[in-house]
Each structure stands twice: as structure tokens, then as C-alpha cells.
């Protein structure tokens, strides 16, 4: 196994890449690579060719749900000193991310969120009503797509302190997990490490632990229209 790195600001992860063969299944040329300085690049192009991707976010909307506002938003909080033409690109970029939702042949996509991010007003508070009145949406008319909230009752939870993705493919492709934070991003393909997020995954969508897909949209739906989201 070779650790590959690639040095960027300070402000962002530091591309910090973990099983080159992984990352090489992701790096074939796709509408992304008009972009200059789209850094999730590899990422995007394994999405392309994912049968399944499981999300999981502690703190924001994940991605596939986001409206520009609220993308913005997430991307301009996290990376502060971003300048404004990378900004636009990477909101558009994530705006065009959301095509595979709906797609011929699209992958089916799980989207485990924390509580907590539906009640962060990540742009203002008629930033985030629109975001999760979009959630609801897609949710409800897009077959593909489960969303399951873990509620704030659970308490601390294996996965809670990570972000990450689980991506499955079709034939005899290995799994492969991405994951996300403040020094780097990962992509992981060892069985043993794979197996682990699998295994959180399990554990977290354990009946009593996450909310089960119509429970969640009623609790997002909720939240969305409550008075005290500020």
C-alpha cells in the first residue's frame, strides 16, 4: 500500500490518499475534469460507477440533497478563505453532482444523517426551511433514494465523530470507503477497514437507533416548519 500526498491551502484537506488502486478506478475523465480545482475529482468519478452509495453526515445536509444556497453556504463556512470563482465552481460542481440522482440506470443511494445537521441553520433560517423542504422532495418522489435521521435521543453512537461514504459497484469490484475531514481525504479499500464502516453502518441503522425511512421524513418535515429553527 502506498500513501500518495498532495499538498493544497491549509483551510482545506490536505489530499491525503490511501490505496492508489482505489483511487486510480475513479480518475477516468468525466464532465468534473473541466474543473481547475475540483479536488473530489477521483471521488465524483467512482460515484459514476457505483451500483450503491451509502452517506453519512454529522453535520450538514449530504451532498445530494443540497440547494446552491445551502451548498454555498457549507462550502464557503468550511473553507473561509476560498475565493469567489473556485466557490461558484464548486457549488456548480455539487449541483450537477445531484444528475446521477436521476439517471437511466441511477445507483441507489442511502443517506444516513445525524439530527443535529437538520437543526444547524447552515445559511440562515430560510436557507435551511429550503433545504429540508428539498429533502423531503427528492426523497418522496425519487425511488432510489432512503433517508434514515439518527435522532438526537441516541445519544453518542459509533460514527458519530466521522464523515464518510461506502460505495459498492456491480461484478467483482471491492467496496471502497471515503472518508472526509480536517487533514485529509481517504480512499480505503482494504477488506478489514471496509468491513468496519460496514459494520457501523449495521449498528446505527439498528431498529432504535436510526429512524426508520418514514419516520425520518416526518421528523425532517417537522423541523422544517418549526418556529424555533433559527
Given at each position: 500500500m502506498e500513501l500518495a500526498v498532495q499538498p493544497v491551502g491549509l483551510s482545506q484537506p490536505t489530499g491525503l490518499v490511501v490505496d492508489d488502486g482505489a483511487l486510480a478506478r475513479g480518475t477516468y475523465q468525466g464532465w468534473w475534469s473541466e474543473y481547475k480545482d475540483l479536488w473530489i475529482s477521483p471521488l465524483i468519478g467512482l460515484q459514476e460507477q457505483a451500483s450503491r452509495i451509502s452517506v453519512y453526515q454529522s453535520c450538514f445536509v449530504p451532498w445530494m440533497f443540497q440547494t446552491e444556497d445551502y451548498a454555498r453556504a457549507v462550502i464557503k463556512g468550511t473553507v473561509p478563505d476560498i475565493s469567489d470563482s473556485v466557490l461558484d465552481d464548486?457549488?456548480?460542481?455539487?449541483?450537477?453532482?445531484?444528475?446521477?440522482?436521476?439517471?437511466?440506470?441511477?445507483?441507489?443511494?442511502?443517506?444516513?444523517?445525524?439530527?443535529?445537521?437538520?437543526?444547524?441553520?447552515?445559511?440562515?433560517?430560510?436557507?435551511?426551511?429550503?433545504?429540508?423542504?428539498?429533502?423531503?422532495?427528492?426523497?418522496?418522489?425519487?425511488?432510489?433514494?432512503?433517508?434514515?435521521?439518527?435522532?438526537?435521543?441516541?445519544?453518542?453512537?459509533?460514527?458519530?465523530?466521522?464523515?464518510?461514504?461506502?460505495?459498492?459497484?456491480?461484478?467483482?469490484r471491492s467496496a471502497m470507503v471515503y472518508v472526509e475531514n480536517a487533514i485529509g481525504a481517504f480512499y480505503l479499500e482494504q477488506a478489514a477497514i471496509v468491513r468496519r464502516y460496514e459494520d457501523v453502518l449495521e449498528y446505527v441503522l439498528h431498529p432504535g437507533r436510526a429512524l426508520d425511512p418514514k419516520s425520518s421524513?416526518?421528523?425532517i418535515h417537522q423541523i422544517g416548519n418549526s418556529p424555533d429553527l433559527s
Open positions: 464548486r457549488v456548480d460542481a455539487r449541483i450537477k453532482r445531484q444528475k446521477l440522482l436521476t439517471r437511466e440506470s441511477a445507483p441507489a443511494f442511502l443517506a444516513l444523517v445525524d439530527e443535529s445537521a437538520l437543526h444547524r441553520p447552515v445559511g440562515g433560517s430560510h436557507v435551511m426551511r429550503h433545504q429540508l423542504k428539498k429533502i423531503v422532495e427528492i426523497v418522496s418522489t425519487v425511488e432510489n433514494i432512503t433517508v434514515q435521521v439518527v435522532p438526537l435521543r441516541v445519544g453518542a453512537y459509533p460514527g458519530l465523530d466521522s464523515t464518510f461514504t461506502l460505495l459498492e459497484f456491480e461484478s467483482e421524513l416526518d421528523l
